[in-house]
């Protein structure tokens, strides 16, 4: 016994919902440093030097963990490919828009937060300072996990209109099965013409 593509489909929303909650935690870990930096006015340099620090660790990662990370958002990505391979005609846009912020967000990583860890232990912030470049930093953990919030809700969206279409469709299934069965047991008439010349002969 095969698996249809609704049943893939189910996987395909399984393995976004897990990648996607996967990275937001790895993002997220960086908000002990970057709070400090982007919401508390009362941020001192002790707060910018920690998150530097903090980014120059994240430069000594070992490799097997940074490709745990790639083969999780390649998770994801494989995930949506399987939700657009057929996509209902009336979500179809959803999808798409599910896919294309979980693409942004990997985007994001790639451009903002790599760049900025590598600046981070090279001591080379380009035209700006390291407290601006910290900064950046800390804005783009933030919109990722912005990003990877709208793809979570886009995916609840889709889960709510198939389930959704599915009760209202069992519905309408439910009364056109009330409907013939009252139609069978409704008995048998016979036309008054019919009748009369049956009495005739």
């Known amino acids: 016994m095969g698996l249809s593509y609704k049943d893939l489909c189910s996987v395909g929303t399984a393995l976004i919902i897990g990648a996607t909650t996967f990275l937001m935690g790895i993002f997220f870990s960086s908000q002990p440093y970057d709070y400090n930096i982007l919401f508390n006015s009362a941020a001192t340099q002790e707060h910018f030097d920690l998150a ?14 940074i490709y745990v990370l790639g083969a999780v958002g390649l998770v994801g990505v494989a ?23 979980y693409v942004l967000g990997i985007c994001v990583f790639l451009t903002n937060i790599k760049t900025g860890v590598e600046s981070a232990h090279f001591q080379n912030w380009g035209e700006v300072t390291e407290n ?10 933030i919109i990722i996990l912005i990003i990877f919030i709208g793809v979570l809700v886009l995916q609840a969206g889709l889960w709510y209109s198939t389930w959704e279409y599915e009760q209202r469709l069992a519905q309408w299934r439910k009364s056109e099965s009330a ?9 048998e008439t016979v036309e008054p013409s019919k009748k009369e010349s049956k009495k005739k002969k």
């Open 52 to 65: 530097v620090k903090h980014y120059q660790n994240l430069y000594f990662t070992p490799k097997p963990p």
């Open 132 to 141: 601006q470049g910290v900064a950046v930093v800390a804005s783009s953990n």
């Open 179 to 187: 409907s013939t069965e009252a139609v069978e047991q409704q008995p």
């Open 79 to 101: 995930g949506s490919m399987i939700r657009i391979y057929k996509p209902n005609p009336d979500l179809q846009l959803f999808e798409y828009g599910s896919l294309a912020l």
